[in-house]
């Protein structure tokens, strides 16, 4: 089984930084794709940033420029950079994992309980 953790949330001002990370474990022999997602109320979960096994990344438009994606495969953890937050960037944030079945036949998706960031205005 896999356990995901994140960590690093917390209130902030507009205009702040906070870094966000994802730590793995568990049996993990390899980690294909992470990624973050956020979750503001009233809103759906939505992906915003994305990092390949090679570290290639996509970011949603909201938050190119701002927010940085990371990872330490050795660590088996994500990390989030976060600058220049904004009060629409409150939400919950989850971090997302797919880890290669036994077979490498599919992909078994993985998701942490979420940590909490508010931006005050």
């Known amino acids: 089984q896999v356990q995901l953790v994140e960590s690093g949330g917390g209130l902030v001002q507009a205009g702040g930084s906070l870094r966000l990370s994802c730590a793995a474990s568990?049996?993990?022999?390899?980690?294909?794709?992470m990624g973050w997602y956020r979750q503001a109320p009233g809103n759906q979960r939505e992906l915003f940033a994305h990092?390949?096994?090679?570290?290639?990344?996509n970011y949603a438009d909201f938050v190119k420029g701002r927010f940085t994606i990371s990872r330490d495969n050795a660590k088996n953890t994500m990390y989030l950079q976060m600058n220049s937050l904004e009060p629409e960037d409150t939400a919950v944030y989850y971090c997302?994992?797919?880890?290669?079945?036994?077979?490498?036949?599919?992909?078994?998706?993985?998701w942490g309980k979420g940590t909490l960031v508010t931006v005050s205005s």
């Open positions: 990092i390949t096994s090679g570290g290639s990344t």
């Open positions: 568990g049996t993990i022999r390899s980690i294909n794709a």
């Open positions: 997302h994992i797919r880890v290669p079945s036994l077979t490498g036949a599919y992909d078994i998706n993985y």
